[in-house]
């Protein structure tokens, strides 16, 4: 019998440690979507320009609330429904601006389209915006960046966007949380189309899977197999 429960103890920390090597890190190289909004042109689309096209931003007025907001959109169709999320990071490049604090958040509406959405079309939808933290942007014009926005996530509902293959972030705070007339600039996907340069907006990813059914279906065959030629070798 000692053999048996050092065979289901091996069979466990195989189990486990199958568990930790489904661990996986994926780079979802740019947004579907992306795109300013401003509240002091409210019904412009600014991906209809061409060179509007090529920034987003976010800038702040009337006391520290941004007026001017950027949507981005990633398709998390990579990602299995069941994964674990367990560190997200957005990366976008900054170009000339003052230093700033820039908040990030999770929208749950995805029904936009960078080629439609303006400042009113969406702002019913600021209400349910999930703060997923913040970052300093400190680069000055001599020193654009890479700029990494790390996620906090528990305050992201995974498991919808997962579940919908649809996330929206939005850089640019729905409260008060900076100083009057600040502001940054970052290049869209727009810029790396148009000037051939890898400057685009990409999100990190690092998620773990949970177990599937049929991989728990094997596991147990596998003991009861186990068992049953134990029983019979303990008959022979
Ligand atoms: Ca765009
Ligand atoms: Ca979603």
């Known amino acids: 019998m000692k053999?048996?429960?050092?065979?289901?103890?091996?069979?466990?920390?195989l189990f486990v440690f199958s568990f930790n090597t489904w661990a996986a890190l994926i780079i979802i190289t740019?947004?579907?979507?992306?795109?300013?909004?401003?509240?002091?042109?409210?019904t412009k689309n600014w991906n209809s320009d061409y060179h509007d096209s090529e920034l987003l931003g976010v800038r702040y007025s009337d006391g520290g609330v941004y007026h001017s907001r950027s949507l981005?959109?990633?398709?998390?169709?990579?990602?299995?429904?069941?994964?674990?999320?367990?560190?997200?990071?957005?990366?976008?490049?900054?170009?000339?601006?003052?230093?700033?604090?820039?908040s990030l958040n999770r929208m749950a509406d995805d029904n936009w389209a960078e080629g439609a959405v303006t400042w009113n079309s969406y702002q019913g939808s600021?209400?349910?915006?999930?703060?997923?933290?913040?970052?300093?942007?400190?680069?000055?014009?001599?020193?654009?960046?890479?700029e990494e926005f790390s996620m906090v996530l528990n305050n992201w509902s995974w498991a919808d966007d997962l579940s919908d293959?649809?996330?929206?972030?939005?850089?640019?705070?729905?409260?008060?949380?900076?100083?009057?007339?600040?502001g940054t600039t970052f290049y869209s996907k727009e810029w790396d189309a148009h000037n051939s340069t890898n400057f685009r907006?990409?999100?990190?990813?690092?998620?773990?899977?949970?177990?599937?059914?049929?991989?728990?279906?094997?596991?147990?065959?596998?003991?009861?197999?186990l068992v049953g030629l134990r029983r019979k070798q303990t008959k022979d």
């Open 165 to 182: 293959n649809q996330l929206t972030l939005m850089l640019g705070s729905v409260t008060n949380d900076g100083a009057y007339s600040v």
């Open 30 to 42: 740019s947004p579907t979507d992306d795109v300013r909004i401003d509240k002091n042109e409210p």
């Open 72 to 102: 981005l959109m990633f398709d998390l169709s990579a990602i299995p429904d069941a994964a674990i999320i367990t560190g997200a990071t957005l990366h976008i490049y900054s170009i000339p601006t003052s230093s700033a604090y820039v």
């Open 126 to 146: 600021f209400s349910s915006a999930q703060n997923m933290g913040g970052h300093t942007v400190v680069h000055t014009n001599s020193d654009p960046a890479w």
């Open 3 to 13: 053999k048996l429960y050092l065979i289901l103890t091996l069979l466990l920390v």
């Open 201 to 225: 907006p990409y999100l990190t990813v690092e998620y773990s899977q949970v177990p599937v059914p049929a991989a728990v279906w094997l596991f147990a065959s596998g003991l009861i197999g």
